[in-house]
């Protein structure tokens, strides 16, 4: 009798350190995938320029560009369907308000500027760049699609750009 007692809590003791084990493996296995898959830290894209409307002439079309994004710097605006990001520039005496977007599903990248005088930036001056958020991000997509269109009707010396590329991921999946 006491040897089935001794097989029978060795084989309790070897069910518990099994179940242990595969309890652990599959923690592991699915840290590892969310970890490289879903959280990776750095995107790193390819575009190549599809369409230009701008008053300067920096890009052409067919021109390949290659953008690397840090997915855990708040300096961008990272959810599912896209990535975000806003610049204020002054050159000169001159302001030029910019916003980017990736749409993650398609792969279509825009980027559009425009100069705004500084009467029309008091909103925008003061920024925090570094921390950006959907709200500011919706205010810079107005004003800038506002002076893009006037920009471009106006008769006087004043920038607009806009760019559109298609993007493909050079080493995640975004």
């Known amino acids: 009798m006491n040897n089935i007692f001794k097989i029978i809590i060795i084989y309790i ?7 242990f084990m595969k309890k652990i493996f599959f923690l592991s296995f699915i840290f590892l995938i969310l970890n490289n898959a879903a959280f990776g830290k750095e995107l790193k894209i390819e575009c190549t320029v599809k369409k230009i409307d701008e008053k300067g002439n920096y890009y052409q079309i067919g021109d390949k560009t290659i953008w690397t994004y840090d997915l855990k710097s708040k300096e961008y605006i990272v959810t599912d369907d896209f990535i975000r990001h806003y610049h204020l520039a002054q050159i000169d005496d001159k302001y030029f308000l910019q916003f980017l977007q990736i749409f993650r599903y398609t792969g279509e990248f825009v980027q559009k500027s425009a100069e705004i005088p500084e009467s029309q930036l008091q909103d925008f001056l003061n920024i925090d760049y570094k921390n950006q958020n959907s709200e500011t991000f919706s205010k810079v997509f107005s004003k800038v699609n506002e002076f893009f269109f006037a920009n471009k009707a106006s008769k006087q010396n004043v920038y607009w750009q806009e760019y559109i590329m298609d ?3 050079a080493q995640r999946r975004f």
Do not use: D, E, L
Request: proline fraction near 0%.
């Open 13 to 19: 003791i070897n069910f518990k350190i099994i179940y």
């Open 167 to 169: 993007c493909v991921k």
